[in-house]
């Protein structure tokens, strides 16, 4: 079935850019997604992507997708201390949608 | 996000106990989600309802069950359950059950088994 993976952990200093970076094996045209989980919060939606597109970009948020790798990442300019939280990717596969298991950022300030 | 609400936030119940979670979306969605969130553990998908239909049940104990009456409306009916279960429950909604349009979630109930 479809694996979606992710690293762990990430931290960087208030002010950094910050880069999740996702990889997925099914290379089904589909929809990719990232969502934010703060502590005591559900699953937020921050952007998404269909897979005709490479980039997408809105306000500090960059989406870039490497179909040929299996490659997406999600960039955040200018992080900040609110900025921390759990990143997860999702990817569309056969009608389900399958989270990878999150990237756990820590802002320094 | 006030689009899909959960209750209760937290839940402390011993085995034996019978408890509800209650979902409610306002987003005019079609299809309604339960997820269980361990810690250091992927997101687990339970139960799919698509107008009201059961069309997953991801080999999820009996003594989970889920119940949906409107499309506006999911439970999770607890019983027996094992200290294991402990884990937050989130649920969410989307347009249509095909992962082609973005799943929106409640801020999950906290459960934890005594």
């Known amino acids: 079935g479809e694996d979606v993976e992710q690293s762990l952990f990430l931290s960087v200093r208030e002010g950094d850019s910050s880069v999740i970076n996702c990889t997925y094996t099914d290379s089904s045209s589909t929809y990719l997604y990232w969502y934010k989980q703060e502590p005591g919060a559900g699953l937020q939606l921050l952007t998404y992507?269909?897979?005709?597109?490479d980039m997408k970009q809105d306000q500090r948020l960059t989406v870039l997708l490497n179909k040929k790798d299996k490659h997406l990442s999600l960039r955040i300019a200018d992080t900040q201390t609110g900025d921390s939280a759990i990143y997860f990717c999702?990817?569309?596969?056969?009608?389900?949608?399958?989270f990878g298991p999150g990237t756990s950022l820590s802002v320094i300030p | 996000e006030t689009g899909v609400t959960q209750t209760p936030r937290h839940l402390v119940m011993g085995m034996t106990n019978k408890k509800s979670l209650k979902c409610e979306q306002h987003l005019g969605h079609n299809a309604m989600y339960w997820y269980k969130q361990s810690a250091k553990k992927p997101l687990e998908l339970m139960f799919v309802?698509?107008?009201?239909?059961?069309?997953e049940n991801n080999s999820v104990p009996s003594r989970f069950s889920p119940e949906c009456p409107n499309s506006s409306h999911l439970f999770l009916h607890l019983h027996t359950l094992q200290p294991e279960d402990s884990a937050l429950y989130l649920c969410?909604?989307?347009?249509?059950?095909?992962?082609?349009?973005?799943?929106?979630f409640g801020d999950g109930t906290r459960l934890s088994i005594l």
């Open positions: 969410a909604s989307s347009q249509d059950s095909h992962g082609n349009q973005p799943q929106h």
């Open positions: 992507i269909f897979s005709n597109m």
């Open positions: 309802y698509s107008l009201e239909e059961r069309v």
């Open positions: 999702a990817k569309t596969s056969y009608d389900k949608v399958i």
